[in-house]
Each structure stands twice: as C-alpha cells, then as structure tokens.
C-alpha cells in the first residue's frame, strides 16, 4: 500500500523558488504522469519525491510515512533514468543485482529473483554483456529490470523514452502500460510528450512553471481544458484560437468573429456574459458546413493517410482543420467550416467557461 | 569536413607514405642509435667512420649495473618515485573526485592553486624547500625526496582526475543513491571504476614527470638520496674521455621504465576503447 501524499511541497535554490506549494494526493497503484513544457519544475517535483533534490518546505508522505527528509534507500522508491544511467562497467546481471547486493542476500536468492525480472523483460540473452554492447531499448529495459527487482512502493520514470527513437518509443510505452497492470504499483512517470502521458497515465497532472494547471484523466483534460494553456499543451494539431466578441442577441448569445459569427449553446457554459472572448476549436473537431460557418481559403494541404490536415486563412490568422481522406479542397479554394456545438470552448481570461460534465 | 580530412589523408597515397616513413626515421634514429651504441665497445662509437656492423658487447650494461653508485640510484628512483606516486594517488584522486563532484566552498579556487603549483619554475620550488629540509635535518633524505615528489604527483593527479571524474554522469551516481548506497561506496563501486582507465593515465603522466625529474633532484640531495637521472648524468663528468657507450646504456636503463609504463597505457586503453564499442 503506498499512497503519495504531497503537502504544500516546495522548492527553492537561494532566492529562486521553482516549485512552490504543490499539493497533490496520488492513489495506491495509480499511474499518474507529470506532463508539461521543460523549465514547468516536474522534474524537480520528481526528484524530490525520490530524495534525490532536497525538499525546502511542506510534507512529503509515501504509504502512510512521512519521508521528506530521509535518504532515497528509506523510501521504497525505484527509479528509471531518460539516460538510463546503467552501470557502465557492470554487465546487465550485476546492474540489475547491484541493489539487492547491499542487501547482503544470499546469492541463490539473488539469482532467482534477478532470473524472474530477466524473463518478464526478455533480457534473458543479455545477461553477460555490458551496457555499451546493448542498444537504446534493451538499455531502458535494463534499466527497469534494475528498478523492479526492489520491489518498491513506488515507481519514477523521468522521461524514459526520450532518448528513443519513435518506433521503439510507442513499442515500450505499451510494454510500461501492461508492466504495470501486471505488477500494480504507484508509479510516477515525468514526460513532456503528451501522446505518451494520454496513452499512459490514469492521471495526468499538467505543470507549468512550478504550478498545477490542471489534474485529470486523460479524457478530462481533452475534453475539458480548464486553461488555455492546457488547451494548446495538449492535443495535436493544437487547438485553434480566435478571437472574438460573446454577443446576446434575440435567439440567445452568439460568437461574434472578424468576418463571421455563429450560435453558442447557453447550457454548455458557465457564466456566459457580453464581451472579448477567445473561441477554442480542436483541428479534428472541425467539419464542413452550410451555414453559421468560418469561412476562409485554403493555403495549404497535407496529406496524412486516412485524413487530410488543411491550414485556412482566415482574416488575418490561420487556423487549422483536420478532416477526413474524401475532403480534399483545391489550395486557393474557399471553405465554410463549423464544429458541433459541445466541442467549443471560450476563453476569458485565459479560463475555459465550459461547464464540466454538461 | 571529417571525410575530406580523410581523404586527404589517405594513407594509402604514395607521398603520404613517404612523409610518414621519413617523420617515423626522423623520430626513432635518435633512440635506435643510443640503443645500437649502448651495445658497442667504446673504438667502435668513436671510429669517424660509423659501424653498422659490429659484434656486439653486453659490457657497457654490466659495468652500469655493476656501478655500486648505479644500483643505489636505481633502488632510490623506484622507492622515491614509488612512494611519491602511492601517496599522491591516494590522496590526490578522492580530492579530484571532491573537487569534481561537490559544490565546496572555494573549489574553483583550491582548482587554480592546484594548476598554480605547476606554473612555477621547479628552481623557486627547490630553493625554499632546500632551506627547510635543511632546517629540519632532512636534506638529502628519501623522505626529502618524497615529500617533494609527492608534491608533484599530486598536484597532476589531481589535475588531470578531476575531467576524469566529471566524464562520469550524474545520473549514474543517482541511480547508486536510489540503490541505496552511500557517498564512499558509490565513490569506490561506482565512480572510481568508471574513471580508472582515464586515472591510469593521469598516474602514469606524474610517473614520467617525476621519474625523469632532473633539476630538483639535482639541488636536494648530495649523496645519499640521488636519484637515476642524477647518478647517469655524472657519468659525463668522468673524465675527458666520455665513456659513451656506458652513457648510453644508462641512458637505456633510465628510459625503459616509461616506455613499458606507455606501452601497458597504450596496451590497456586499446582493450578499453574496443569493450566500449
């Protein structure tokens, strides 16, 4: 059973405070990812979680223990490096036994255990060479044979993936994925991809310059961006923005743009009121209409497979529009666009008015 | 850029093989002629005329090694440098490792004063010492020499560890931490075995310089301490006649011990480099 529990945590060189007042409750056996830009302190939070970054102020508590200031070996924890950090001069048995040797266990118990970790990971090939001798993937999959065999509480990953290359990158994303349904511990994983935090987290927490922008599922946080930074963060291509005017009319309020205008369904949002608005549409959201549209003119036209990506001028921005294999509009064409009323979201002030769960 | 370079270099062109061959005889005739001369009687070195062919003679070897004066040189050398050498390393690499991976307080400082200690002639480093081992009773001692030497040894140990140490990534010594180990065992089980090849070079570099160490030698000791540099030197003050193939079967003795040290790095960081591949 092992619970994080992070209260008010912070952190500051000198007089430059990077993370400050970070609360945050993660579950036993949930995998949450910190995601954000670099520079958004996720690292730093996960480091301090581990024990490797000094914590300078709040409560840090794993399983029920309050460990801020005790040594990583007092944690429980196990970690995995974007740089693997393997033991160079071991070779992959000795890295993988290397913790459990401090623990004075008695050989035969070693082996068995470094066995069993070795079979789950496929390394079994491996076990003679040295680090240098293996490629990238088989490095982090050492890497996490070296965490596991601890069976700790709780699993860090700071960025494990980034070093690879795309490929192997989504083939070791799913194996992380069904490792830890298989063995079900609290896992902490740090990236900035955030195709890899959508595929991977129960939760994702998304941090921007020492601060929680957002906590949620993954579908929460496509569906309902409470910030505009969360808007544009996630999802790709990223969110279209325009701006605008909200304008009550007759037949109820109306998004008002530079050269176009189209209804808003009242019941979606929070507090709808008269005046600048930003409008928020997702590129795959967008889809050909007759009427109440964004007009504009094609200007480009890529071709992705099973869909087609269009860049639209319109007045002075371009906006982007993903839609299916058939729509294939000339460069230079005119196009009248709309999108279903329940995926528009309006910015004032940088927050999201969308009503969750309407 | 780096395969133009290659192409121009391209071994296999006749006039590169030219150059090479003649830089190659321009650098080794020196030592092949000690070493012919270091083999041939004292007529066949003088004779106007040079002598390829001669029959060669083990004589000049004996006499230097039968020199009283010559094996007290030599065991003085090994024990003086030996010490020098053992005491600088281990004091010298755990600084270098300190200096590398802690913040301290000063480091770029203590940094720069390790370096400084290199700039200086060795005359403004031998005079003061001259009078304070002379204070102390120690003038002309091994334990004189040591001190000295160790001061050298060190001072480039530390020097040249500290990259060393900072080649190994922080992460790695992370991953020790979160493995549980502490600062000594990750210094002894993680750190220092990554940075040895480069720290065995650093070793054998303070060898060279003070094996071959002439100067400062020459002012601390009068008799009983000289070292090998010193004792083969004296043998062109023997008289009129220079006993040249004595000298340059000296000259051999007192160059061998580097050239194998080379040899093994040389050996030793070819195995390394091939592992890593």
Redesign the interface.
């Known amino acids: 059973m092992a619970k994080i529990i992070c209260s008010g945590i912070a952190k500051s060189y000198g007089n430059v405070e990077v993370v400050r007042d970070f609360n945050l409750d993660i579950e036993d056996k949930e995998f949450v990812v910190f995601l954000g830009p670099s520079g958004s302190g996720k690292s730093t939070i996960l480091r301090m979680i581990a024990g490797l970054e000094e914590i300078s102020g709040g409560v840090l508590k794993i399983g029920e223990k309050d460990v801020t200031h005790l040594p990583p070996k007092d944690r429980g924890v196990a970690m995995v490096f974007q740089n693997y950090a393997l033991y160079p001069h071991m070779n992959v048995y000795d890295n993988i036994a290397f913790g459990l040797k401090r623990l004075k266990m008695p050989a035969a118990e070693i082996k068995q255990k470094v066995d069993n970790v070795v079979e789950m990971l496929g390394l079994q090939a491996f076990l003679k060479q040295k680090p240098s001798q293996l490629s990238g993937g088989q490095q982090q999959r050492v890497a996490i044979g070296r965490a596991m065999i601890k069976t700790p509480e709780v699993f860090l990953f700071d960025e494990p993936l980034s070093n690879l290359d795309a490929k192997l990158r989504h083939a070791l994303r799913k194996e992380i994925h069904q490792l830890h349904k298989r063995i079900d511990t609290t896992t902490v994983y740090v990236t900035h991809d955030q195709s890899e935090a959508m595929a991977l987290a129960d939760r994702i927490v998304l941090l921007e310059s020492g601060n929680i922008e957002q906590v949620g599922s993954p579908t929460e946080i496509f569906n309902y961006p409470r910030t505009r930074f969360v808007a544009d963060f996630i999802g790709s291509p990223s969110m279209n923005f325009i701006e605008g005017q909200i304008v009550k009319t007759d037949n109820g309020y109306r998004f008002k743009g530079a050269d176009f205008d189209m209804a808003l369904d009242e019941s979606l949002y929070d507090d709808l009121q008269q005046g600048a608005v930003t409008l928020g549409i997702r590129p795959v959201h967008m889809q050909l209409s007759d009427d109440d549209a964004i007009n504009g003119e094609v200007i480009d036209l890529e071709y992705l497979g099973n869909e087609n990506s269009l860049t639209i001028k319109l007045g002075g921005q371009e906006i982007v529009a993903v839609l299916p294999e058939g729509i294939s509009p000339k460069v230079g064409a005119k196009i009248s666009l709309t999108a279903p009323q329940d995926k528009l979201h309006l910015f004032v002030n940088d927050v999201n008015l969308y009503r969750v769960g309407a | 850029m780096g395969e133009k370079m290659a192409r121009f270099l391209n071994f296999n062109q006749p006039l590169v093989k030219i150059i090479l061959f003649f830089l190659v005889v321009f650098s080794l005739f020196p030592v092949v002629w000690t070493i012919i001369n270091s083999f041939k009687e004292l007529v066949d070195i003088v004779t106007p005329i040079p002598k390829l062919f001669f029959s060669p003679t083990m004589e000049n070897y004996i006499y230097v090694f039968s020199r009283p004066k010559i094996q007290i040189a030599l065991m003085n050398s090994v024990i003086i440098v030996g010490s020098a050498l053992m005491i600088g390393s281990i004091m010298g690499i755990p600084a270098a490792y300190a200096l590398a991976k802690y913040k301290i307080r000063g480091g770029e400082d203590i940094k720069f004063f390790v370096l400084s200690l290199r700039f200086l002639p060795p005359v403004a480093i031998a005079i003061p010492l001259m009078a304070i081992f002379l204070d102390l009773g120690l003038y002309d001692t091994k334990m004189s020499m040591v001190i000295t030497y160790t001061l050298l040894t060190m001072s480039t140990i530390i020097w040249l560890s500290i990259p060393a140490f900072e080649q190994v ?1 922080q ?2 010594e ?8 502490g600062p000594y ?1 990750i210094f002894f089980k ?1 750190s220092l ?2 940075a ?1 090849p480069a720290l065995f070079g650093a070793i054998i570099f303070s060898f060279v310089l003070v094996w071959n160490e002439f100067l400062i030698a020459l002012m601390l000791t009068t008799f009983d301490a000289k070292t090998l540099p010193i004792v083969a030197s004296e043998f062109t003050l023997l008289g009129r006649n220079v006993p040249w193939g004595i000298l340059n079967a000296s000259v051999i003795i007192l160059s061998l011990p580097p050239l194998i040290f080379l040899g093994a790095i040389s050996g030793f960081l070819n195995r390394i480099l091939k ?3």
Do not use: H, T
Request: net charge negative; charged share 15%.
């Open positions: 990534p992460s790695i992370e991953a020790g931490i979160i493995d549980g180990y065992a993680i075995p990554i040895a592992g890593n591949k």
